[in-house]
């Protein structure tokens, strides 16, 4: 199976930071790659996928990119109403795999 | 709009079964790949099965394999999980969740989930 990892783990940034997560693949995934968001006590929320592209009806200031086995999240400037765990997910294998996610906090 | 329900999860004891159910409603079901992920309490997200929008193909997770089925009944736009054996580690929010199939320019069939029901819990304890 592939294994992705994401660092960090967790994350603790102020309102308008810029915010970077990493996606580590075991081995080659090309761009099969999605980042979802889950909320507390919410179902995940696809933001990304094809590692790059943007989900219809997500803020523009969500963006991926990478290929191959390393690829970054990023938010440009980050609003209240991002708080929540970032996964990353890869569907080049079968079976499809997540990372293991990125907690986000405000300072 | 897609929305996604299950149901029949619950308190359970080990080796015993489940079945789950997520209704689907607001899209065409039976053009669409289903899938099941699961996440255990305050731990992250394991994808666990897939199926296709006939019912024909079918892939699992390693650590449910042989003991969980999937399936789906498109003339009642219903998913189905059949989980047996059940462990302790298998306690967790089951979620299910609609395949993102094809856009406008490219399609991934099986790979990644576009919407997700709210989920229900299963608790393995004895």
């Known amino acids: 199976d592939i294994q992705m990892t994401q660092s960090p783990s967790s994350l603790s940034a102020s309102v308008g930071d810029r915010v970077t997560i990493t996606c580590q693949a075991s081995?080659?995934?090309?761009?099969?790659l999605s980042w979802y968001q889950q909320k507390p006590g919410k179902a995940p929320n696809l933001l990304i996928y094809?590692?790059?592209n943007l989900e219809t009806g997500v803020p523009s200031r969500f963006s991926g990119s990478g290929s191959g086995t390393d690829f970054t999240f990023t938010i440009s400037s980050l609003q209240p109403e991002d708080i929540a765990t970032y996964f990353c997910?890869?569907?080049?294998?079968?079976?499809?795999?997540f990372g293991q996610g990125t907690k986000l906090e405000i300072k | 709009q897609v929305q996604l329900v299950e149901s029949g999860g619950g308190v359970v004891q080990p080796g015993r079964s489940l079945r789950l159910s997520c209704s689907a409603s607001?899209?065409?079901?039976?053009?669409?790949?289903m899938h099941w992920v699961r996440q255990a309490p305050g731990k992250g997200l394991e994808w666990v099965a897939v199926?296709?929008?006939?019912?024909?193909?079918?892939y699992y997770a390693d650590s449910v394999k042989g003991r969980f089925i999937i399936s789906r009944d498109n003339s009642k736009n219903t998913l189905y999980l059949q989980v047996n054996s059940l462990r302790a580690a298998d306690t967790a929010v089951y979620y299910c969740?609609?395949?993102w199939g094809c856009g406008s320019s490219s399609c991934h069939l099986l790979a990644f989930a576009s919407d997700w029901g709210q989920g229900t819990l299963v608790t393995v304890s004895s």
């Open positions: 969740a609609k395949d």
């Open positions: 199926i296709s929008y006939d019912g024909n193909d079918k």
């Open positions: 094809d590692a790059t």
């Open positions: 081995q080659d995934i090309r761009n099969y």
């Open positions: 997910q890869q569907y080049d294998n079968l079976p499809r795999t």
């Open positions: 607001g899209f065409t079901f039976s053009s669409y790949g």
